[in-house]
């Protein structure tokens, strides 16, 4: 095989990271390792969390199950290469110390920042100081390395969310940022809030909106050092690397399928007929390595952005793929695979919320009160409340469809030797979503829930007792139905006996 340019790019090189310990700043970190062990290092912006010091979080950093076939290749002395900096991107000038920042602007070669808020529930103050100046503060470091051959920032598909078809280019930002940033230090949230949808304007919440801004911050140094910005749309469990289905985000379909393994989550609102964009994080990954690696090599003087989507290179519809999935394990039935038939998938978020009230919150009050009882800690009608409080955030997400056209990720794809297309793939053209999803099935039970698949039997058995569980509490709300009818017209219950195939026909769209 041919010598990978892009390893070649990163022999040597010193890497620095901020956002490393999340999701996908983790998988970045095991790739670079196990891919490019070359590197030299690799410097992880923390900062203290839960009384635990940076060194501390670094060393369970390594313990995570993502470098289990790492460690099978290497041995734990590859962890030396990683170097932890005391920092936070919403503070000021990054919160180094001035002998950190002078060491970080000698030696590091290539920046990647991932670091952001994601929660769609913040307010203007905190994504403001985290997605646009924490983004502000990265790039004057990058200014300042004098070593400095490439940075990439992580950024959304979905920063052009108001758009329902987006090109791989930078959109002009309808507010000022320095006046965003002037409000966000004179006003009181109280008066923030109420001015908060009026800047907003067509953005979903201050998630997009912000890091819309921020992609013009980078977008100020791209005639100084190459830049380039990655889109990634809803990032998902590992699809080959480095173990099929390997997760550590409860976000997106994940989630749901969390719920779904625990047998407390029956329902979900869902377009089965939209384009849903899903993109396996380790196709992220390599689109990212990869983007450093492209924008130094051609010397870019302007920004480059990549959409790393699915949408239009290979579309996933839920109720296509839900039906393949059932297919296939009748067909090739795996005694490892994972599934949950007995979910449903409903087409209105009101729809939903009627379902939600019979089929999660009735059987909830009722376990939890017996758990209650024999003093257990309730937990389900609060997970179904925060659910459904999730849910009414993300209706737009939920019920809208996009298209991101994606040519120059394509391109770039093209571009690369066979060597590279094989160690660091971003053509996702020939993943089957069936297969994929059965993957992400087993990794959200091995890695959400920390269940061994030695304890797969046994969870089908609770998730078939929870199904009788769940018919017979139907056919008491059934009954009960049926004699209130009774009581109150007067009926006797065989005169009134015409309404149980009624209600029956009536839940069956719940």
């Not at 635990?52 to 030396?80: G, P």
Request: aromatic share 10%.
């Amino acid at each position: 095989m041919t010598e990978s340019d892009v390893q070649k790019f990163y022999k040597n090189k010193n890497v620095f990271i901020t956002g490393g310990t999340g999701f996908l700043g983790i998988a970045i970190v095991e790739k670079i390792l196990r891919s490019c062990h070359e590197v030299d290092g690799i410097y992880l912006l923390m900062r203290p969390k839960k009384g635990k010091q940076i060194e501390e979080r670094l060393k369970e950093l390594t313990e995570n199950a993502v470098f289990e076939t790492l460690l099978q290749q290497s041995s734990s002395d590859i962890f030396r290469k990683l170097h932890a900096v005391a920092g936070d991107v919403g503070e000021e000038n990054l919160g180094l110390s001035s002998e950190d920042r002078s060491m970080l602007a000698q030696k590091i070669n290539v920046v990647i920042h991932s670091a952001a808020t994601l929660d769609f529930q913040a307010t203007l103050r905190p994504t403001v100081q985290i997605n646009l100046l924490g983004t502000r503060r990265v790039m004057q470091l990058c200014r300042e390395m004098q070593q400095l051959k490439s940075m990439v920032h992580v950024s959304s598909a979905y920063v052009n969310s108001y758009l329902k078809e987006a090109d791989e280019k930078l959109y002009p930002v309808h507010e000022d940022a320095e006046k965003i940033i002037d409000l966000v230090n004179s006003l009181s949230d109280d008066a923030l809030e109420q001015l908060t949808d009026k800047l907003l304007k067509d953005h979903p919440n201050t998630y997009t909106f912000t890091k819309h801004m921020a992609e013009h911050e980078v977008n100020k140094c791209a005639s100084i050092f190459p830049c380039g910005i990655v889109r990634p749309s809803m990032i998902t469990g590992a699809w080959k690397e480095p173990v099929p289905g390997w997760t550590i985000s409860k976000n997106g379909p994940q989630g749901f399928l969390m719920g779904a393994s625990k047998g407390v989550i029956r329902r979900l609102p869902v377009g089965t007929e939209l384009i849903y964009d899903y993109i396996p994080v380790d196709t992220v990954v390599n689109q990212i390595l990869v983007t450093a690696y492209h924008i130094q090599r051609n010397s870019y003087k302007e920004l480059s952005i990549y959409h790393c989507t699915s949408s239009t290179c290979n579309p996933f519809r839920w109720e296509s793929v839900k039906e393949q999935v059932n297919e296939y394990l009748h067909k090739y039935p795996l005694k490892s695979a994972v599934w949950y038939p007995h979910l449903k998938f409903l087409p209105s978020l009101w729809l939903y919320k009627l379902s939600a009230i019979i089929v999660h919150f009735m059987p909830a009050y009722c376990l939890d009160f017996i758990t209650k009882i024999f003093g257990g800690r309730p937990i389900l009608v609060r997970l179904h409340t925060n659910v459904w409080e999730s849910l009414n955030r993300l209706e737009k997400f939920i019920f809208s469809e996009w298209k991101f056209n994606n040519p120059r990720t394509l391109e770039v794809s093209q571009q690369l030797n066979a060597t590279d297309r094989e160690i660091f793939n971003i053509d996702i053209s020939d993943l089957k979503w069936p297969e994929y999803f059965i993957w992400l099935a087993q990794g959200v039970r091995r890695y959400l829930n920390n269940e061994l698949p030695k304890t797969l039997e046994a969870a089908r058995k609770k998730d078939t007792l929870l199904l009788y569980v769940h018919i017979v509490f139907q056919l008491l709300f059934l009954a009960l139905l049926w004699v209130l009818t009774a009581k109150i017209t007067g009926m006797t219950l065989i005169g009134s006996i015409f309404v149980v195939p009624v209600i029956y026909f009536l839940f069956s769209f719940l």
